[in-house]
């Protein structure tokens, strides 16, 4: 038990990053608006960067919200089911969700490699590596295909609520 609450601490606190990378993003853009407003003089990069933050922020965070889950859901028609039944959904749900998350997680990864060899550049005024993005995007994608994985097995074995006891409670906060 104690390896699926690692797993699931670990996946907050990659996410983490992506409240530093809102604040990295924030500071970029400030310094790009004042640049051009005040100086006529914009930030070189800026969106280039703020791209690539904007990937960090997303990709690195959906583990998190996997692991304390805090994701969207749409419960109308299964709180209407019986403890039996939400644990057979819970289930089919996952399972489902490790499918779909886990080929996408590995066209992402064999597109990130490609990137990679190739090294992979935006064209503009400023040559920009696009491969490191690419790394980010595929290794969110896996650590969230883990992240589901984990609460599989975890939900399988113990059920979901003695898995999320080792986490804080966020319950209803973003």
Same mark, same amino acid.
């Given at each position: 038990?104690?390896?699926?609450?690692?797993?699931?601490?670990?996946?907050?606190?990659?996410?983490?990053l992506?409240?530093?990378?809102?604040?990295?993003?924030?500071?970029?853009?400030?310094?790009?608006?004042?640049?051009?407003?005040?100086? !006529?003089?914009?930030?070189?990069?800026?969106?280039?960067?703020?791209?690539?933050?904007?990937?960090?922020?997303?990709?690195?965070?959906?583990?998190?919200?996997?692991?304390?889950?805090?994701?969207?859901?749409?419960?109308?028609?299964?709180d209407?089911?019986?403890?039996?039944?939400?644990?057979l959904?819970?289930?089919?749900?996952?399972?489902?969700?490790?499918?779909?998350?886990?080929?996408?997680?590995?066209?992402?990864? #064999?597109?990130?490699?490609?990137?990679?060899?190739?090294?992979?550049? #935006?064209?503009?005024?400023?040559?920009?590596?696009?491969?490191?993005?690419?790394?980010?995007? !595929?290794?969110?994608?896996?650590?969230?295909?883990?992240?589901?994985?984990?609460?599989?097995?975890?939900? !399988?074995?113990?059920g979901?609520?003695?898995?999320?006891?080792?986490?804080?409670?966020?319950?209803?906060?973003?």
């Amino acid at each position: 038990m104690k390896l699926f609450i690692w797993m699931s601490r670990f996946s907050v606190a990659i996410g983490s990053l992506s409240g530093l990378a809102t604040g990295a993003m924030m500071v970029v853009i400030l310094t790009d608006v004042i640049g051009r407003a005040f100086f !006529a003089a914009p930030l070189p990069l800026a969106t280039e960067t703020s791209v690539m933050l904007l990937i960090v922020k997303v990709f690195l965070r959906m583990a998190g919200a996997q692991a304390m889950d805090l994701n969207f859901k749409f419960t109308v028609l299964t709180d209407l089911l019986s403890p039996r039944w939400k644990y057979l959904q819970r289930i089919v749900s996952l399972s489902v969700a490790l499918l779909g998350i886990g080929m996408i997680a590995w066209l992402a990864s #064999s597109y990130a490699i490609e990137a990679t060899e190739m090294g992979e550049t #935006s064209f503009g005024v400023h040559p920009w590596p696009i491969w490191p993005e690419r790394i980010i995007l !595929a290794a969110g994608l896996c650590l969230l295909t883990l992240q589901i994985l984990s609460d599989l097995i975890g939900s !399988a074995i113990w059920g979901q609520e003695r898995l999320k006891s080792g986490l804080p409670d966020h319950s209803g906060s973003l």
